[in-house]
């Protein structure tokens, strides 16, 4: 009999609750025991996975088996697998386990087609058991394909060129017919076209390629204006494809202007810093060069290269602004009428501007940075010099040189006269230099001007105030801060402009010519470049930038359209003005400073507040801009003093920044050993170059680079560069000390403790550096690198051996910094002539580019010596034979001369003396890279070709 179910646990609760409360139960009416009723098994279903085609088989089974028959009911239902397509539909089942089994089956038959599927499922539904309890009423048939997908066809998109007006038919083609209509995405993307001046703009436009056809074209129509442009690009991507992946998600189309470029005279002279709106058609005037062999004027510029702001408006780095140096000689031949330098007392010196018939930039077509701009565009720098600039002088003192209302175009920023205010009577004065053409920009009759040195210099004063400061005895004509900008007067971009550099008799000389006559001229290069900029990540990615700088600035990020004078400056100007924004906006958000937030030139709502312009240094001291050497400080609006410098900001904060893909912007750069000079550049292209002008100017350009050696092997990497005497900034103080070279926890000051020649070339091939800690050339006299091995500081390398090094401090100029070396453009050498004057600038020494022995950094060294490369020939200064000994630059013998190869026997008799020789021809004067011909030459009968190191057998048996 089925009786009603209750649990024994149950009725022994009733008892034992019962009996809790004090009731007795009669004897005969209690349990003897419990009563045990047969326990109801649970029944379940499993899951089965089964290729298609295959049988299901899905398992029913029972906890226990029961001694009653089981039964259950049972039927199919859909998923993703669907009856009759993908299985067999089977209605409700009656299923019977019988008394003491435990299992049963159900088949359900799968469809084995031809259809490439993803896995598909079914479900078997259990309900309206008996005798069993269900512990699960569903099991999933899971149905996985037996079929193999054919590779979905790719899709690509060709590039087009097509003349402006015309149309661009791009063609978006598939790698294989697809059985499937395809579809896919286009849109339109500007680049250097923008639409819609230069295009009509298309987007997100659906191509459809049917099934079985190959391709579909997408029209983008272009503008034909009547503008002078250069060739510009535009871009169609493609995205969101269907039944095709994409292989070639981007073509480029390039229009081709069809409009005239206004004519240019073919020559390159940089007379005036001054815009104009037409190209003019005529050049200044020149002066002519002077042919008086009895005296040499060797004039350079300090730095190899100086860099300008193509736009000043919104931030600046650094002002129009460049160094030359001169100094006089007349001629001689030795003893009392030996060459002697000149001074103000025989000689004045001025310059103006030159040009060189054969100057490459004639021949590159990309020297015209926007041919749609149809003026001459040089600089703003004047729109905003007079309060921009002001913080870095006494209050007061600029507005001296640029008064209010008057005209202060190609007026230069004032230089301190150094040696009067640290070594005269304390006054502090200034000199101001200014272009040939600042009276008369572009006359054909008065537009080149000779402007005078304004200083001579005796003993140059080099950062007094800082405990290594030291003088340095130059004796030179200087024209510092001459404001000359990047684009010559046709507006060519030319970072190699020439100045025609004049020594003139003076009032009162005792030279024998009349006042005013023209003594000596040279053509020098002054190399300025516009190329040093932020924009490589902080313009917007129209503007080519590579959007890491911008990422974080949604819906404020600065494009170059946006430039009030966008159309009328070239477009560089304007991507520089929008990158500049961008870069305020970033220091605001995070800093918390208000450089451009909140004022009337914010992006994109424009605040209340005035916007001034912004200079770094104002706040980040760099000795750049220090021209009174006071150090850091907080005078006139500077705030200096508890602030990391320029070069820390720049190169440590920047050491280790990573790009939208997480990948480090700035790479390390490989060792010099053995260092592929291909992945060298690309390196250098992406380090110092990001910043530095150099993928288009190339500042890095003088015989060591063009050795192979990159900025990394003299100066170190970002971060130790920028491991300055501010690391401790803010609240931390400036950590100035002399021992920067014989101390390894003293950092370095920028600008002051610098690498020279000494830390490479560390002696000759008799007495070098020993190998210890140091990376070797390959003639094992000269180093690869100018800092030791593992050295975290990249201290420069300071030589015993000082052959080739620069002048040091000595104890009476400074005793805390004896020892240690001077800068290479203060230091002098054979007869008081500034290294410079004989081996050219910083980064651009002679040859600089011997691959174009016209080139303008070449030009000085020609027309003093009649070929490129350092100075070495002795008639450049020297009437007649200097002697057979060993007095000249850096011990050396005369050179090239008839005389000295007839008797130099005569100095190499002894040990001593042979030493003196093997120092450049090497040990067993086998010739080494200190005895090499600067130019082919025949000597002496025979032929010596340009390169041949001399050695003792070319001429007569070895006697080293």
């Known amino acids: 009999m089925n009786q009603p179910k209750r649990s024994t646990r149950a009725a022994m609760a009733f008892f034992i609750i019962c009996g809790g409360l004090g009731f007795s139960i009669p004897q005969a009416a209690r349990f003897s025991g419990p009563v045990v009723r047969p326990a109801v098994p649970s029944l379940s279903i499993n899951n089965v996975t089964v290729a298609e085609g295959g049988i299901a088989n899905f398992t029913l089974s029972l906890s226990a088996p029961s001694r009653q028959v089981v039964t259950v009911l049972a039927f199919t239902a859909n998923r993703s697998a669907v009856a009759p397509d993908d299985y067999t539909a089977r209605s409700v089942v009656t299923l019977t386990i019988p008394a003491g089994s435990k299992t049963q089956t159900f088949a359900v038959a799968t469809v084995d087609d031809s259809e490439v599927e993803s896995t598909e499922t079914f479900n078997v539904i259990l309900s309206g058991a008996s005798n069993a309890i269900l512990a699960n009423t569903r099991g999933v048939g899971s149905i996985t394909d037996n079929d193999t997908a054919p590779p979905l066809p790719t899709l690509s998109i060709n590039d087009v060129s097509v003349t402006e007006g015309g149309v661009a038919n791009f063609t978006v083609s598939l790698s294989a017919a697809s ?6 995405l286009a849109s339109t993307a500007n680049g250097s076209a923008v639409a819609p001046g230069d295009f009509t703009a298309r987007s997100g436009i659906t191509l459809t390629i049917p099934a079985g056809s190959m391709s579909q074209t997408f029209a983008v129509t272009t503008i034909n204006d009547s503008t002078v442009e250069s060739t510009e690009t535009f871009s169609v991507g493609l995205s969101s494809a269907t039944h095709a992946t994409i292989a070639d998600a981007m073509g480029v189309g390039t229009i081709n202007d069809n409009d005239q470029v206004g004519t240019r005279p073919n020559l390159s002279i940089n007379s005036t810093s001054q815009n104009r709106s037409s190209i003019p058609a005529t050049a200044v005037p020149q002066l002519t060069p002077s042919n008086n062999a009895a005296f040499k004027v060797l004039a350079v510029n300090d730095l190899g290269m100086h860099c300008g702001d193509l736009d000043s408006r919104v931030m600046s780095i650094l002002p129009p602004f460049n160094v030359m140096h001169a100094q006089v000689v007349r001629r001689g031949s030795t003893g009392a009428g030996k060459p002697a ?37 040089k600089s703003n720098f004047w729109d905003v010099a007079r309060e921009s600039f002001d913080p870095f002088y006494p209050a007061g003192v600029l507005p001296l040189f640029y008064p209010s209302a008057a005209n202060i175009l190609d007026l230069g920023l004032p230089v301190p006269d150094l040696e009067r205010l640290y070594l005269g009577d304390g006054i502090l004065s200034a000199d101001q230099q200014s272009m040939p053409g600042q009276l008369f920009p572009y006359s054909v009759t008065s537009g080149n001007a000779p402007q ?39 507006g060519r971009e030319n970072a190699y402009p020439l100045m025609r550099v004049q020594a003139m008799a003076s009032e009162g000389n005792t030279l024998g010519v009349a006042a005013g006559t023209v003594l000596a001229s040279l053509d020098t290069v002054v190399p300025v470049s516009g190329e040093a900029d932020c924009k490589a990540c902080h313009a917007a990615p129209a503007d080519g930038g590579n959007g890491a700088a911008v990422a974080g600035l949604v819906g404020q990020v600065a494009v170059s359209i946006d430039d009030p004078k966008f159309g009328s400056v070239p477009l ?242 400074n005793p805390a910094a004896a020892g240690n070396p001077k800068l290479y453009r203060v230091s002098t050498g054979h007869g008081g002539l500034t290294c410079q004057v004989c081996h ?57 001369s008839s005389t000295w190869i007839e008797h130099h026997h005569e100095v190499a008799e002894t040990t001593a003396q042979k030493n003196a020789c093997r120092a450049c021809h090497g040990m067993t004067g086998q010739g080494t890279p200190l005895s090499r011909t600067p130019i082919a030459r025949t000597m002496d009968g025979r032929n010596f070709a340009k390169g041949e190191a001399v050695n003792c057998t070319k001429c007569h048996g070895n006697k080293l």
């Open 572 to 813: 560089p100007v304007s991507v520089e003005w929008a990158t500049d924004k961008n870069i305020l906006k970033l220091h605001d958000a995070k800093y918390a400073t208000q450089l451009i937030a909140g004022t009337t030139a914010d992006f994109p709502v424009a605040g209340v507040t005035p916007f001034k312009p912004v200079v770094c240094q104002t706040c980040h001291y760099t000795p750049a801009l220090d021209l009174a050497h006071v150090g850091p400080n907080d005078v006139n609006g500077r705030q200096q003093s508890n602030l990391k410098s320029m070069s820390a900001v720049m190169h440590a904060s920047h050491a280790n920044v990573v790009g939208t893909d997480n990948q480090r912007l700035f790479p390390d750069m490989p060792g010099p050993v053995n260092r592929d000079p291909v992945l060298a550049r690309q390196v250098l292209e992406n380090t110092c170059y990001q910043c530095h002008p150099g993928k288009r100017t190339q500042c890095l350009r003088g015989a060591m680079g063009q050795a192979g050696s990159v900025c990394q092997d003299c100066h170190g990497n970002m971060a130790q560069v920028g491991d300055d005497f501010s690391r401790n900034q803010p609240n931390g103080g400036f950590q100035v000390s002399a021992d920067f070279y014989t101390n390894a926890s003293t950092p370095r000051v920028p600008w002051a403790n610098q690498p020279g020649c000494g830390s490479c070339h560390t002696g000759d091939a008799y007495s070098n550096l020993p190998a210890t800690g140091v990376i070797k050339a390959p003639d094992n006299i000269r180093l690869l690198q100018a800092w030791r091995i593992g050295d975290t500081r990249a201290a420069p390398i300071v030589p015993t051996n000082k052959r080739f090094a620069e002048n040091v401090v000595t104890a009476a100029e």
């Open 179 to 184: 059985s499937q209509a395809v579809t896919v």
């Open 341 to 377: 330098k000149l001074g103000t007392d025989q000689v004045t010196v001025r310059y103006s501007a030159a040009a060189n018939p054969n100057d490459p930039i004639l021949i590159k077509a990309s020297s015209i940075l926007d041919p749609s701009f149809s003026g001459v565009y």
């Open 452 to 490: 005078s040195f304004t200083q001579f210099v005796g003993t140059q004063p080099f950062f007094m105030s800082f405990p290594f400061g030291y003088t340095a005895p130059v004796n030179w004509f200087e024209a510092a801060g001459v404001p000359i900008t990047t684009f010559d007067d046709f």
């Open 840 to 896: 050219g600038s910083t980064h651009a020494e002679w040859s600089s580019n011997p691959a174009s022995p016209n080139a303008n950094d070449n030009l000085a060294a020609t027309q003093l010596q009649g070929h490129p490369g350092t100075v070495i020939e002795c008639g450049t200064c020297h009437t007649a034979y200097t002697g057979t000994n060993l007095n000249g630059p850096h011990g050396m013998h005369p050179v090239a």
